[in-house]
């Protein structure tokens, strides 16, 4: 442990941190667009900058580590014009769109411009002006919105393990790109949607069936029902429609997601949806009611034990459905119909 | 798994068998390529020349049925070089002799002969494994879907107690399962043999307990398993079948059979999201909620069980699964009607050791690995820490078997089945996705290049496959990802479904199909 003093108050930490990740556990809080914890300190955005006594530059707090002793002010004078100047040279390059952006009420830029009372960029000068990417099935990429963090990159790189993205050019025309700038669909890129999940910013964003803003939906955490790793998500809901996912950190998934969990999920509010019971009748299906359906079903499964004893009937279960499901199914077979045959495609 | 996802980040080696985990477990396809990053070996053995493979330290492009000749080939390199660990041999296993004398045959000239591999490549591979402090072993179903599938998952038992790579943190032997709860779906007694937590339905002490708590007099004799099942109901013996969630008119092998089966029924019920192809057949229809609109739990691959949450309404007039069954239950005299799968729950705790400490409450924030034995339990990271659950790892010495349909000259190649990473299973919920289907739209058969040559086949050609139960049509993709000899389809879709080929025969400890392994005849149409 060391003891340092932030903003005048003395604080005992873990040695072998940054000043941010002290700060973050102390819930002190410090800007950044290009910090992710899962990933190595970058240094990039240059806002976590943070004023250390005894040094006349200010320095990075994601890059830093605390010191026994030192003396941080995480929101000097000079910290905060440094901030505010560095989010105006950010927003001089950026398209003044907040208004129509679907990012906008979840856009960490537009939130520190606010905070920090940035209403237009000063620096007017030429601006980037790139063809939007749209080529993938599932997002977009609009270089115009991008401010080089770097999170996209690193995390098709250090986390997914893909490396589709990378930086071309040099400074005002560095950009996120594929390989020979030749398109996401021409890419290795697996649209797993992690870099669209890092994006401080509008320039990756989901194609949207639906349309939302970000104050509209409310997020439900739940488990992924395809393959079983179990990943960790939020379903974002609008009325009674599913109309996008969002990945959760923490176990077992490391706020990652694969392509059919984090857009696969059209089925749910899909049309084809079976929404009646149906009973064949002269080789059709016709509506019926549930009690209709149980009446029939009941007298069936009454009517093959009495004929031809219990083990004439037979159930699948569902390694689709949930724990509680598979039980009562399995309970109904055993103790109230009185066969062992259940099984499910285990196997399959 | 006996160890846990995230524990892929602690093997010193990675022996991934029979598993195209960046496709098909996604996720933990990209904790392993962070873990070879960070300097872990790493091992492949498949018939294809799957993503893993480039980053292998040693890849096996091993013929589909040979998983038993390689892994025993690796166990005489290790035993022959004494890189075993013979203080665990000793310590924690039993039959250690009869295991030596069995793999005494497997040179590695043998193995490398049955495998069609470079024998070089499994003493490499056997001295990766071994020298690894922290080895994990990693599988699905190119070992299980073999008509020696249960031996197959002996022979890596085998390889890891050998080796002491169990019971360690990131070491262990780990099977992917496929589907989002087919853990759960074991674990709650989904099998014919088990009642929830694996206690057998011929044991009377098991039975009793569950008579006690249930109030009901229950069967001892064991049930049939899917294949079974369908393989009475063709004879007429099964009359009534109730399908909650699948769709084996897609999934099953061999599916002229299938719809036989089906058809013959007196009566068939299939509860689902969709009409799927195996609804289109049932005399009643339910409609079921999807995973979104409802409460409830999954046991993922590690072991955890995790809620899912509702976060809409079921559409139109469908009903969550345990609503129906709950319904149906009380119809049939069941005294309990549950208001909430909270309370299912509480009842599945009562009566399954492993789940025990788990409630809703406890995984309200994250998830539990069972076992988790009482209600302060804090989960079990992974298996068999305070020794072999059993006593000692018993060694299976078994012997390489060929599949049960080899190449002849009327069927000269070999026909393998797996999964794509843009679809999921039967397609009734990624058939149902736009993007999707735009990535992996339709059915097609891998044939190696020199292969296609031969019979004039070119990329995008239409062919003729063709085996002992059936005959599709489907798209050549011609690659070097499979080899001369094999070819390779997904199972995922209605048209072309390589399910019309597939062979019935099953692992006679298993009952699992041999999905992975036809003989196919392959032709151009139109030739």
């Known amino acids: ?348 | 798994m006996t160890n846990s996802i995230e524990e892929v980040l602690d093997n010193d080696a990675m022996f991934v068998i029979g598993s195209n985990t960046t496709e098909n477990h996604p996720v933990i396809g990209t904790f392993m390529k962070q873990a070879i990053r960070r300097g872990t070996k790493l091992i492949v053995a498949d018939p294809r020349r799957i993503e893993l493979a480039d980053y292998a330290d040693v890849f096996l492009q091993i013929k589909p049925g040979t998983n038993i000749a390689l892994i025993n080939g690796m166990i005489h390199v290790i035993i022959e070089n004494k890189l075993y660990d013979r203080d665990f041999v000793d310590k924690h296993t039993e039959n250690f002799e009869e295991l030596k004398k069995v793999v005494k045959d497997y040179t590695p000239e043998l193995a490398a002969e049955i495998c069609g591999v470079d024998k070089e490549d499994i003493i490499k591979a056997a001295r990766i494994y071994a020298e690894a402090e922290r080895a994990g072993i990693y599988y699905a179903m190119g070992i299980t879907q073999h008509t020696t599938g249960t031996h197959s998952v002996m022979s890596l038992s085998n390889l890891s107690l050998i080796c002491g790579n169990i019971g360690k943190e990131g070491a262990g032997i780990n099977p992917l399962r496929g589907q989002n709860n087919v853990q759960g779906a074991c674990d709650m007694g989904g099998l014919p043999t088990d009642l929830p937590g694996y206690q057998k339905v011929f044991k009377d002490e098991a039975r009793e307990k569950f008579e006690r708590v249930w109030k009901v007099k229950l069967p001892s004799k064991v049930g049939l398993t899917v294949p079974e099942i369908l393989d009475e109901a063709e004879k007429g013996k099964i009359k009534f079948l109730y399908i909650m969630g699948e769709n084996p008119m897609v999934s099953d092998p061999d599916i002229n059979h299938v719809k036989k089966a089906l058809t013959s029924l007196d009566f068939l019920i299939v509860q689902d999201i969709f009409l799927t192809e195996t609804a289109e057949l049932a005399d009643v229809v339910l409609p079921a909620a999807s995973f979104a609109e409802k409460d409830g739990t999954f046991t993922n691959t590690e072991r955890r069980v995790q809620r899912i949450r509702k976060a809409i309404e079921p559409v139109g007039a469908a009903k969550a699964d345990w609503q129906i069954l709950t319904d149906l239950m009380v119809r049939l005299g069941h005294d309990k009607k549950y208001s909430h799968p909270s309370e299912i729950m509480d009842e599945i705790r009562s009566v399954t050791p492993s789940y025990r400490g788990i409630s809703y409450d406890r995984i309200e924030v994250e998830g539990i690995q069972w076992p988790c034995t009482y209600m302060k339990h804090p989960g079990t990271k992974y298996l068999h820490r305070e020794g072999i659950a059993r006593g000692k790892g018993l060694l299976m010495a078994v012997d390489h078997r060929d599949s049960a349909e080899v190449p002849d000259s009327e069927y000269p190649f070999i026909l393998t089945t797996g999964r794509l990473l843009y679809q999921y299973h039967t397609r009734t919920m990624t058939g149902r996705v736009d993007g999707l289907n735009k990535l992996a739209p339709e059915s097609f058969v891998e044939i190696n290049d020199a292969t296609a040559n031969k019979l004039n086949i070119s990329n995008g050609d239409k062919v003729r496959l063709t085996t002992r139960r059936g005959s599709i049509i489907t798209t050549a993709r011609v690659t070097e990802i499979v080899d001369e000899g094999v070819v390779f389809m997904p199972f995922h879709y209605t048209e072309g479904a390589v399910n019309y080929l597939t062979n019935t025969k099953l692992d006679e400890h298993a009952k699992i199909p041999e999905l992975k392994v036809a003989a196919v005849k392959i032709e151009k149409v139109g030739s």
Not at chain 1, 32 to 46: I, K, M, Q, S, V
Not at chain 1, 58 to 86: P, Q
Not at chain 1, 146 to 166: E, F, H, M, N, Y
Not at chain 1, 232 to 258: D, F, R, T
């Open chain 1, 1 to 348: 442990m060391v003891r340092i003093t932030i903003n005048g108050v003395e604080y005992q930490v873990e040695d072998d941190i940054t000043i941010l990740e002290a700060c973050n556990r102390l819930d002190i809080p410090i800007p950044t667009l290009c910090h992710d914890e899962r990933l190595n300190p970058y240094g990039a955005c240059r806002l976590c900058l943070v004023e250390l006594k005894g040094k006349n530059k200010l320095e990075a707090s994601c890059t830093t580590k605390v010191r026994d002793g030192m003396e941080v002010e995480t929101h000097s004078d000079k910290v905060v014009r440094t901030r505010r100047e560095i989010l105006d040279l950010l927003f001089s390059n950026h398209p003044e769109d907040c208004l129509t952006c679907e990012k906008s009420g979840d856009c960490k830029l537009q939130d520190y411009c606010y905070e920090y009372g940035v209403e237009k960029g000063s620096y007017l000068g030429e601006k980037r002006d790139y063809s939007i990417d749209d080529s993938n099935h599932f997002y977009t990429y609009d270089p115009n919105k991008c401010i080089l963090c770097g999170k996209c990159v690193r995390v098709c790189d250090q986390l997914q393990g893909t490396s589709a993205i990378g930086f071309e050019n040099r400074g005002f025309k560095t950009k996120v790109s594929t390989p020979f700038d030749m398109g996401l669909a021409k890419s290795t890129c697996v649209s797993c949607g992690n870099c669209v999940a890092a994006c401080p910013v509008g320039a990756l964003l989901p194609k949207r069936k639906i349309r939302y803003r970000a104050w509209e939906v409310k997020k439900v955490k739940t488990t992924c029902s395809y393959c079983g790793v179990g990943c960790q998500m939020y379903l974002l809901v609008k009325g009674n429609q599913v109309v996008g996912v969002e990945p959760a950190e923490g176990k077992p998934n490391n706020g990652l997601l694969c392509v059919k969990g984090r857009f696969g999920y059209s089925f749910i509010n899909h049309t084809d949806r079976l929404k009646t019971p149906l009973i064949k009748r002269n080789g059709k299906f016709e509506e019926a009611s549930w009690e209709e359906v149980y009446d029939l079903i009941v007298s069936k499964i009454k009517e093959s034990k009495a004929k031809y004893g219990p083990n004439s009937l037979a159930g699948l279960t569902s390694a689709r459905c949930t724990n509680e499901e598979n039980y009562l199914f399995q309970k109904m077979f055993r103790a109230l119909i009185g066969t062992n045959n259940v099984d499910h495609c285990a196997r399959l």
